[in-house]
């Protein structure tokens, strides 16, 4: 099974809040992240043709922000990625012709951390939330010193952030499907119009036309 046919069998299953694809997460992206207003649930998609070389970046990034992270697998991958996780992530194995079996079901993540969190967001969004709390000179920060103020701080709650990055994100979700129905009618629009590279042949008959227009001889009156 590939990545398509998977997420197709997880879609029906995340039924409250709403679900975003391929959401930046630390150095990478998550495939799919449930958002509700209780929690976040970050899904990993593993099909038939990707490797496991990326799940120890990938579930570093996750277990930082996701309050649940499930991995999604087919029946090739699971012996060699069950040792890989540590107990408290998710995974559900992908049948061709059958809906997701539940292998392990995620349990709550205690790793979530403030500066990743709010790394989800735009800095602005960040610094809006710290200046509601009365956090004052924030504004004139830079991002990395944001960042470096929540890895410190205890003035912070993490749940309120996580609640914020949760509203902002779902908030956030009728403008990011816009801009993807605008890029993909772009390239429906422009996909047939791109010129084709030349080929070696092309290149060759060009360069025979050229040189013989410089060796034609001048007509004689």
Request: aromatic share 6%; with cysteine.
């Amino acid at each position: 099974m590939n990545d398509p046919e998977i997420r197709a069998l997880l879609y029906p299953l995340l039924t409250e809040g709403v679900y975003v694809d391929e959401l930046p997460t630390g150095t990478t992206r998550a495939d799919v992240v449930h958002i509700t207003p209780a929690f976040m649930h970050g899904y990993e998609v593993k099909g038939d043709g990707d490797t496991l070389q990326r799940v120890a970046n990938q579930l570093r990034c996750y277990g930082e922000v996701y309050d649940f992270v499930t991995f999604i697998v087919t029946e090739k991958h699971l012996p060699k990625l069950l040792p890989l996780l540590p107990e408290w992530v998710g995974v559900l194995v992908a049948v061709p012709g059958q809906e997701l079996r539940v292998h392990r079901a995620a349990a709550y993540n205690a790793t979530v951390a403030r500066a990743p969190l709010a790394s989800l967001l735009l800095l602005e969004e960040v610094k809006q939330y710290l200046l509601a709390l009365g956090l004052s000179g924030v504004s004139t920060l830079r991002r990395r010193e944001v960042l470096n103020f929540l890895r410190t701080t205890h003035l912070v709650p993490l749940s309120g952030l996580a609640q914020y990055v949760r509203d902002r994100l779902t908030a956030r979700l009728p403008e990011r499907l816009l801009h993807r129905a605008e890029r993909k009618a772009e390239r429906q629009r422009f996909g047939g119009r791109r010129r084709r590279k030349p080929t070696h042949n092309t290149k060759a008959k060009t360069k025979r036309k050229a040189t013989a227009t410089k060796r034609k001889p001048t007509k004689v009156a």
